[in-house]
């Protein structure tokens, strides 16, 4: 039976909050437990299946986030958010227990598939936020929840290792599917249903299309560099996945339900989805650097390089902490002056992080202060992103929103990370080695971090537009709803 929400929202902090935003954190966990813990274990899965398609095992589960959200985002918005965040955690149990007993790589895919719905998790929780809370403290929630989790990335290496270490790569499922069980058993116990839904169906058609389109084309973006981004396979990959999508925006302008319907996103949730793919791009692939050049010792005398031991493993945790300071601080802010405030105001943040790399490359103190501030840029970005989209959308439609603007979100992250690498390969030292790793110039280093800040100077130009536009205020609980929506369980 539905555990339907009480008639009268959550509208301050309490106990039960706690507790609400506590699950709803660890639902937000297992996606970063399914896309980052069986990359530690990469080289044995590797060894285990007898392959060399490491790019695959590595991109897999997002490839399937991305097909599978924009089937849960509308399935969400008609059925409820609970029962599809339950359904996804379901979903990505049943992937880790495929995984853990594969025979071969083909098989271990398809569990990987499963295990990307993990992916759905943060905008389900999002969107259950906004529903089941008053606008003032849902933000504040939604900005916990977005960036709780990257507490585990800071963990994750020292709790893992042991453990692989000790039961092997098995190990990184078991723990994923217990995760993902003991989540959607929380979820189950704990969290209300979402009051407001829509009805009508599903477009079925349009949410292959779409998602099938976005896989193709993320996966020409992930894998196009390791296969050749020119090759036979990598063209017609690319040219399926812009038919299908071209095939969905046909589909969407044609029928009654489609499941994005792009007549109706106003312009407001276009500058923000904009300003998103911008300041995603920029800050994912400023981490990405970062992560590179921790490697770096900075006796090769490049003009560039951090590694010195275990201020390494500073350098690379303090971003997780800065996401969790951000985005905690963002929802809190949003809660009291709108969500388009704290978005320019992380954007510019994210300006100022990325042009004081230039010095820091060389720099560790630096570097980790602008690791710092780069990580609070990108979690108060992710927050007043989910948190500006939602309250721009009426109520019924905030599930299919929340999912969009985590694809979005996966986009920005994807394509600019693989713009960013192909600079720095354009720019390899030939036979100079850092760790194994082939290393670049130092002007191949400082246009990477030049084009980083361009993204970010971009992104505060929609950011600004809605700054200046007040009417991107919050949608107050009661305000009219499309025809055909009804309200649950009040």
């Known amino acids: 039976m539905e555990k339907p929400a009480p008639h009268a929202q959550e509208h301050r902090w309490s106990k039960r909050l706690i507790l609400w935003a506590a699950v709803l954190t660890l639902a937000n966990v297992l996606a970063d437990v399914v896309i980052g813990s069986p990359m530690m274990v990469l080289p044995q899965l590797l060894e285990h299946f007898d392959t060399d398609q490491a790019a695959w095992l590595n991109a897999s589960a997002m490839l399937a986030g991305a097909i599978w959200s924009p089937l849960l985002a509308k399935s969400s918005d008609i059925f409820g958010k609970r029962r599809m965040l339950i359904g996804t955690l379901l979903l990505a149990c049943a992937g880790a227990l495929v995984c853990l007993v594969a025979p071969n790589v083909w098989i271990f895919l398809v569990g990987r598939f499963l295990q990307g719905a993990a992916f759905a998790a943060v905008f389900l929780t999002v969107a259950l936020a906004r529903q089941i809370c008053t606008p003032g403290v849902a933000m504040a929630l939604v900005g916990l929840v977005t960036s709780g989790s990257s507490v585990v990335g800071i963990i994750e290496p020292f ?3 042991p453990v692989i270490d000790v039961f092997g790569y098995r190990s990184v499922f078991i723990v994923a599917a217990l995760l993902a069980a003991v989540a959607a058993l929380c979820v189950r116990s704990f969290i209300p249903e979402s009051p407001i839904r829509t009805t009508g169906r599903i477009d079925v058609s349009g949410a292959l299309l779409l998602g099938g389109g976005l896989g193709a084309v993320l996966a020409y973006t992930s894998l196009g560099s390791d296969f050749g981004w020119l ?8 040219a399926a996945g812009a038919a299908a999508l071209a095939g969905w925006a046909s589909l969407a302008l044609r029928v009654d339900e489609p499941i994005i319907d792009i007549r109706a996103l106003s312009r407001p949730i276009l500058l923000t989805l904009l300003a ?9 692939s400023m981490l990405q650097l970062t992560g590179i050049i921790a490697q770096v010792p900075a006796d090769l005398g490049l003009g560039y390089g951090l590694g010195d031991g275990e201020a390494v493993a500073v350098l ?8 969790v300071i951000g985005g905690t601080c963002a929802g809190w802010i949003a809660g009291r002056f709108g969500p388009a405030l704290p978005l320019l105001g992380g954007i510019a943040l994210g300006i100022v992080a990325t042009f004081a790399m230039l ?10 202060a602008c690791g710092a501030l780069l990580g609070m840029a990108a979690g108060a970005i992710g927050a007043s992103g989910y948190n500006l989209a939602t309250s721009l959308e009426a109520p019924e439609r905030q599930g299919t929103i929340a999912g969009l603007v985590s694809v979005v979100l996966a986009l920005g992250s994807v394509v600019f990370n693989i713009a960013g690498g192909e600079v720095l390969k354009a720019t390899l030292i030939p036979d100079t080695f850092a760790d194994g790793a082939p290393v670049s110039t130092a002007t191949g280093v400082y246009v990477y971090v030049a084009m980083a800040g361009a993204l970010f100077v971009l992104a505060a130009v929609p950011a600004i537009m809605l700054a200046r536009n007040r009417s991107a205020a919050p949608i107050a609980p009661g305000a009219p709803q499309r025809p055909g929506s009804r309200t649950v369980g009040r």
Do not use: C, D, E, K
């Open 316 to 323: 690379l945790a303090t971003p997780n902490l800065g996401i």
């Open 359 to 368: 010095a820091g490359v060389s720099a560790l103190p630096l570097a980790i």
């Open 276 to 284: 998103l793919v911008l300041a995603a791009g920029s800050f994912r």
């Open 231 to 238: 090759s036979g396979g990598m063209i017609a990959l690319l």
């Open 159 to 161: 709790l893992m290792q």
